[in-house]
């Protein structure tokens, strides 16, 4: 496990779900806690990592002290894609080393992130198969919009209203997009919240979770279905 992650460890008994969370840009482990908190309350069984991201905030002065998945000094619409791609390597190694660690496999691996974390989680299950059963993307947005959904991957996109840094449009934008690609999709956008990791979002997280039930589960349920024998009717054989 990375040095700097915050670990919430089972109390007892078999770890069945792994979660990692993101934080934003300049920000730190620390900042995913109420979140990490609140998974760990409902899924006791869970291993829930916080991650400080691998490089130093280098933006604005006063911006934060903490840690960055990328750089956004001059970001724009053209080179985040750039950025994003440069830093997915390290990321994903970042996903893969921990489902080894807890011997995870991929589809009982959830991905949380915040902003700028919420960015990488979204683009890494773009970028790599079979990296996790599901996406939460806190007040974030993909870097460019999906060209493809991704295979038994589940995306739930939480937003503010109100948000002034990230405006909830694109989160928006991509659900609807990976709903026309045939993805798994939820999108839950709330008046009165701006750019942070709401408790009320947090709820709808949870909701989610709880409620939700992917294509995958249905399409393996309905595979297993005994066939039960029947008899044709007068009106599908066409007989008068």
């Given amino acids: 496990m990375p040095a700097t992650a915050l670990a919430h460890l089972p109390a007892s008994g078999p ?3 792994l979660f990692v969370l993101f934080h934003g840009v300049g920000a730190s482990a620390s900042d995913m806690t109420p979140l990490a908190q609140r998974l760990v309350a409902e899924y006791p ?8 991201a691998p490089d130093a905030f280098d933006g604005v002065p006063g911006g934060g002290a903490g ?10 619409e053209t080179n985040r894609v750039d950025r994003v791609a440069a830093a997915m390597p390290k990321f994903i190694a970042l996903v893969r080393s921990l489902q080894q660690q807890f011997d995870m496999t991929w589809e009982r691996t959830a991905l949380a992130g915040f902003s700028q974390g919420a960015i990488m989680a979204l683009e890494a299950v773009q970028a790599e198969p079979a990296l996790a059963g599901r996406v939460l993307a ?18 739930h996109f939480f937003h503010g209203l109100s948000d002034p840094v990230i405006s909830p449009a694109p989160a928006v934008d991509s659900a609807e997009r990976l709903v026309a690609l045939g993805g798994d999709v939820t999108a839950d956008v709330l008046p009165g ?7 009320l ?3 709808k997280a949870i909701e989610q979770l709880r409620t939700f039930l992917p294509k995958k589960v249905w399409r ?16 599908e054989l066409g007989e008068d």
């Fill in 15 to 17: 770890t069945e779900l």
């Fill in 45 to 52: 069984q869970a291993a829930v990592i916080c991650l400080d």
């Fill in 67 to 76: 840690w960055q998945w990328f750089s956004v000094r001059g970001v724009s």
């Fill in 138 to 155: 806190f007040s974030g947005r993909h870097a460019v919009q999906p060209a493809h959904a991704p295979h038994d991957t589940t995306v």
């Fill in 193 to 199: 919240i701006g750019h942070e990791l709401h408790p």
């Fill in 201 to 203: 979002l947090m709820d």
């Fill in 220 to 235: 393996e349920a309905i595979s297993e279905a005994p066939l039960l024998p029947r008899t044709a009717s007068s009106d």
